[in-house]
C-alpha cells in the first residue's frame, strides 16, 4: 500500500507541484490549504507523513499552532516543515515544536524526496519486531526499538523519530564520543549542524523535565556528544 502524504501549503501552485512531485515517486497525497480542514480529516486517521508550510493563509503562525497538535496526537508521526521562511529563529522553533525536519523552498527535487524516503526507512526499523534486543538498558534509561519507547527513571520520554534515533545512537555506546555525522548516519537523517543542535537542546529538555538532575548527554565541544552512564 502506498504511504500516505499529506501536504498544508496554502498557494494552490506550490501545494499541486510538490503534490505532483510525490505522486510520481508513488506517494498517496492529501492537499489542504489551511490549519482547520486538515485537523478534521486527520480526525479520521493520520497520513504516514505531514509536510506543513507556516504561513497558511491569514494565519502567519498557523504551521506552527498545526504541529504542536499533531506532535500531541503522535509522537513519532513524520513531520517536516517547508517553508520560505529560512531564519534561524523560525527553524528552532519548528524543530521545539516536535517536527523532524524544517526544510526551505529552495529545496531541490531530489534532496527533498531523500529527506522523506529516511524518514520513512527510520520508521519501519523503528517498527520491526526485534524480540529481546529490543531492548537496551543503560543505568537509568531504557530504550525498547520494538515498541518505540524511551523510559528515564522507569517514566516515559516522548520522544520524536530523529529523537528516539539520536538517543539509541549516544546511549548504544556509552562514553564514546558521537560526531554528527555518525548520528546522521545512526539516524538516516541528513541533518545540518543547527539542527542537531537544536534536537540535543530539544532531547535534554524532555528527560530534564522528568530528573531535574539529568546529565547523561554531554557536549564535547568541538567534536559532537555522548552519551555518560549512570
Known amino acids: 500500500m502506498a504511504k500516505r502524504i499529506a501536504i498544508i501549503e496554502d498557494e494552490l501552485s506550490i501545494r499541486e507541484n510538490y503534490s505532483a512531485a510525490f505522486r510520481r515517486e508513488g506517494y498517496a497525497v492529501e492537499e489542504f490549504d489551511a490549519k482547520e480542514p486538515a485537523l478534521r480529516a486527520f480526525d479520521?486517521?493520520?497520513?504516514?507523513?505531514?509536510?506543513?508550510?507556516?504561513?497558511?493563509?491569514?494565519?502567519?503562525?498557523?504551521?506552527?499552532?498545526?504541529?504542536?497538535?499533531?506532535?500531541?496526537?503522535?509522537?513519532?508521526?513524520?513531520?517536516?516543515?517547508?517553508?520560505a521562511r529560512d531564519s534561524e529563529f523560525d527553524a528552532v522553533s519548528g524543530l521545539r515544536l516536535g517536527a523532524d525536519d524544517?526544510?526551505?523552498?529552495?529545496?531541490?527535487?531530489?534532496?527533498?524526496?531523500?529527506?522523506?524516503?529516511?524518514?520513512?526507512r527510520r520508521l519501519e526499523a523503528m517498527?520491526?519486531?526485534?524480540?529481546?534486543?529490543?531492548?537496551?538498558?543503560?543505568?537509568?534509561?531504557?530504550?525498547?526499538?520494538e515498541r518505540m519507547t524511551v523510559h528515564w527513571q522507569e517514566k516515559i520520554v516522548s520522544l520524536t523519530l530523529t529523537e528516539f534515533w539520536l538517543v539509541h545512537a549516544m546511549a548504544r555506546y556509552p562514553g564514546h564520543v558521537k560526531n554528527r555525522q555518525q548520528l546522521m548516519d545512526a539516524a538516516q537523517a541528513v541533518l545540518d549542524d543547527n539542527t542537531i543542535t537544536s534536537h540535543i537542546k530539544r532531547i535534554r529538555r524532555k528527560f530534564v523535565a522528568?530528573?531535574?538532575?539529568?546529565?547523561?548527554?554531554?557536549?564535547?565541544?568541538?567534536?559532537?556528544?555522548r552519551w555518560l552512564s549512570n
Open 44 to 83: 479520521n486517521g493520520l497520513p504516514d507523513l505531514i509536510i506543513i508550510d507556516i504561513n497558511l493563509k491569514d494565519d502567519i503562525e498557523g504551521g506552527f499552532e498545526l504541529c504542536r497538535e499533531l506532535r500531541a496526537r503522535s509522537s513519532d508521526l513524520p513531520i517536516i516543515f517547508l517553508t
Open 102 to 120: 524544517y526544510l526551505t523552498k529552495d529545496i531541490s527535487l531530489p534532496h527533498l524526496m531523500a529527506r522523506i524516503a529516511a524518514l520513512f
Open 127 to 145: 517498527q520491526k519486531p526485534q524480540g529481546t534486543k529490543s531492548r537496551m538498558a543503560r543505568g537509568d534509561l531504557l530504550i525498547d526499538t
Open 210 to 225: 522528568i530528573d531535574a538532575k539529568f546529565d547523561a548527554i554531554e557536549t564535547v565541544y568541538g567534536m559532537g556528544y
